[in-house]
């Protein structure tokens, strides 16, 4: 079982940056692929970034490639989300989540965190 709780959400002007964090608690932390998703109203929640369970594999969405980059420290049962050139566009409310396997695909992820919302001004 994992628990997990996102945090560094908040109000940035486009072209800033923010990093998410998300604190895992649970004994299979460190064996678990994470992901980062987001999701704004109306809409479905989406893929934007996913981790293996050793940071040997990352795969990004194309809309924040070059942008985002996913990081995780097993030492610290700890994953991130470093965004940068921040858009409007990037506004949703953000999840972390966990899995049994390195995927981008959602129904893959089994534990999810509560979320953090971004807003990203013009």
């Known amino acids: 079982q994992v628990q997990l709780v996102e945090s560094g959400g908040g109000l940035v002007q486009a072209g800033g940056s923010l990093r998410l964090s998300c604190a895992a608690s649970?004994?299979?932390?460190?064996?678990?692929?994470m992901g980062w998703f987001r999701q704004t109203p109306g809409k479905e929640r989406e893929f934007v970034a996913a981790?293996?369970?050793?940071?040997?594999?990352?795969t990004y969405a194309d809309s924040v490639k070059g942008r985002f980059t996913i990081s995780r420290d097993n030492a610290k049962n700890t994953v991130y989300l470093q965004m940068s050139s921040l858009k409007p566009e990037d506004t949703a409310v953000y999840y972390c989540?966990?899995?049994?396997?390195?995927?981008?695909?959602?129904?893959?992820?089994?534990?999810w965190g509560q979320g953090t919302q971004v807003t990203v001004s013009s």
């Open positions: 989540a966990a899995s049994a396997r390195f995927t981008t695909q959602t129904g893959a992820y089994d534990h």
């Open positions: 981790i293996s369970w050793n940071g040997g594999s990352k």
């Open positions: 649970g004994r299979t932390f460190s064996g678990s692929a």
